[in-house]
């Protein structure tokens, strides 16, 4: 199926959005839900957030971390800095190594998720974890702008009932425990509609660069807009 979409990117970088707090109930947050504050592409700070999905690497949205100069990662307790070592404008998919690890790994599923099955994305909010509850519409070809809002890209992911807002992209959708979506964007349409990227299917170019432990040339990293 496919979507042009008009959402609006929900980290600090993007476009504000109604705050709207959201309140879950589930078991205790996974520990490797992090907070990412980053500087250097404007006068204030970016904030989003992001999972450990293998020892001392996070995986997150690539528009919370373009043009970083600095990157702080908490989970709460301790705080780290990290520097990106994988990042897909395209996609909207980054990962960052983490100078002292926080928390547990969780895995990486995506695909395979049914419409109308219930989970949770876990969201760095005022220095804690916030557990939102999610319930997958269907799984979408999301048609959108790469990060710059340049060109036309075509992200796999899913489109979700989820009552997010600015500052929670990046943050992962957990269905039965594993990681199947990494929060992308808020709908400007619909209220309590979100988007999230598959991290396996539209994962290929990060996952390349993570093997080969190297960013092309032509990915710069420093590049704001």
Same mark, same amino acid.
């Not at 006068?43 to 100069?69: E, I, Q, Y």
């Not at 599923?109 to 509850?133: I, L």
């Given at each position: ?5 008009? !959402? $609006? ?9 109604? /705050?709207?707090?959201?309140?879950? +109930? !589930? ?9 990412? /504050?980053? /500087?250097? +592409? ?14 001392? *690497? ?19 307790? =301790? ?35 049914? =419409? ?8 760095? $909010? ?26 036309? /890209? ?31 964007? =808020? ?17 290929? *170019?990060? $996952? ?14 420093? $590049? +704001?807009?």
């Amino acid at each position: 199926m496919s979507l042009r979409t008009t !959402a $609006r990117y929900v980290g600090a970088i993007g476009l504000i959005v109604v /705050t709207v707090t959201a309140a879950g +109930c !589930a078991a205790d947050p996974p520990s490797g839900v992090v907070g990412l /504050t980053v /500087t250097g +592409c404007s006068t204030g700070a970016a904030h989003g957030s992001g999972m450990v999905v293998a020892p001392g *690497l996070v995986l997150t949205a690539a528009h919370v971390v373009k043009g970083a100069d600095v990157i702080d990662v908490t989970n709460g307790a =301790r705080s780290t800095t990290a520097s990106v070592v994988a990042f897909d404008p395209d996609m909207d998919l980054a990962y960052v190594r983490l100078e002292a690890d926080l928390g547990a790994p969780s895995s990486l599923e995506g695909g395979g998720v049914d =419409r109308g099955e219930h989970g949770v994305t876990y969201v760095f $909010r005022d220095d804690g974890v916030v557990a939102v509850p999610v319930v997958v519409r269907r799984a979408v070809r999301i048609k959108t702008e790469n990060i710059y809002i340049e060109g036309e /890209t075509d992200r796999p992911g899913f489109e979700l009932d989820a009552d997010i807002q600015s500052g929670d992209s990046g943050g992962p959708v957990l269905v039965d425990g594993e990681v199947i979506g990494v929060l992308w964007a =808020r709908s400007s349409k619909y209220d309590q509609r979100a988007y999230a990227i598959d991290p396996v299917a539209a994962g290929a *170019l990060v $996952r390349r660069q993570l093997g080969t432990g190297s960013i092309d040339n032509s990915i710069d990293l420093a $590049r +704001c807009t």
